[in-house]
Antibody
Framework: QVQLVESGGGLVKPGGSLRLSCAAS????????MSWIRQAPGKGLEWVSY????????YYADSVKGRFTISRDNAKNSLYLQMNSLRAEDTAVYYC???????????WGQGTLVTVSS | DIQMTQSPSSVSASVGDRVTITCRAS??????LAWYQQKPGKAPKLLIY???SLQSGVPSRFSGSGSGTDFTLTISSLQPEDFATYYC?????????FGPGTTVDIK
């Protein structure tokens, strides 16, 4: 069955960096666009970034453009999010998710919490 | 960016009630609309895609309709496990924005 497991979250100071990982299993990883979605505490959902199966097509939300980098390693069935110059407003649960046919998300990981605080 | 709005922001209902949630896009998105259910501490779950297609494994009491700018999610007979927050999301153009959510709680 499809499984997505995020890791790498934690507490980081403003201006710091963190790298999130998402391990995928149960499907042909390279066939799917993958995404990172975040949810600030008590708030709604924000689509952060997505990447095509080959890694050649990438989009970022304006709020993270220039600071975050999405990547994938299809040989390792893994998705990554390198987060630099972190700000307090980046504090959120970060989910990885698989894009389905109509730019919706059919499988989600359990999420990993990133807290940016001094 | 396409802005998504939802109404109401919250609704109190009883088991067995029919519940309708509305989602509106700031510009036409054809049928590029999905609905998700989220329970506290859990990841969202896809319910409806392409505005009206039921995701595999989702009970048939959930249905979606609409196209263009106005969309509806209907729960025909509310069950105890349906108390949650519901989000719409447009997939027409990146960034694929979500609505602010509608919380369905127990009356």
């Amino acid at each position: 069955q499809v499984q997505l497991v995020e890791s790498g979250g934690g507490l980081v100071k403003p201006g710091g960096s963190l790298r999130l990982s998402c391990a995928a299993s149960g499907f042909t990883f390279s066939d799917y666009y993958m995404s990172w979605i975040r949810q600030a505490p008590g708030k709604g959902l924000e689509w952060v970034s997505y990447i095509s199966g080959s890694g050649t097509t990438i989009y970022y939300a304006d709020s993270v453009k220039g600071r975050f980098t999405i990547s994938r390693d299809n040989a390792k069935n893994s998705l990554y999010l390198q987060m630099n110059s972190l700000r307090a407003e980046d504090t959120a649960v970060y989910y990885c998710a698989r894009r389905y046919n109509w730019n919706d998300l059919d499988f989600w990981g359990q999420g990993t919490l990133v807290t940016v605080s001094s | 960016d396409i802005q998504m709005t939802q109404s109401p922001s919250s609704v109190s209902a009883s088991v067995g009630d029919r519940v309708t949630i509305t989602c509106r896009a700031s510009q036409g998105i054809s049928s590029w609309l999905a609905w998700y259910q989220q329970k506290p501490g859990k990841a969202p779950k896809l319910l409806i895609y392409a505005a009206s297609s039921l995701q595999s494994g989702v009970p048939s009491r959930f249905s979606g309709s609409g196209s263009g700018t106005d969309f509806t999610l209907t729960i025909s007979s509310l069950q105890p496990e349906d108390f949650a927050t519901y989000y719409c999301q447009q997939g027409n153009s990146f960034p694929f924005t979500f609505g602010p959510g509608t919380t369905v709680d127990i009356k």
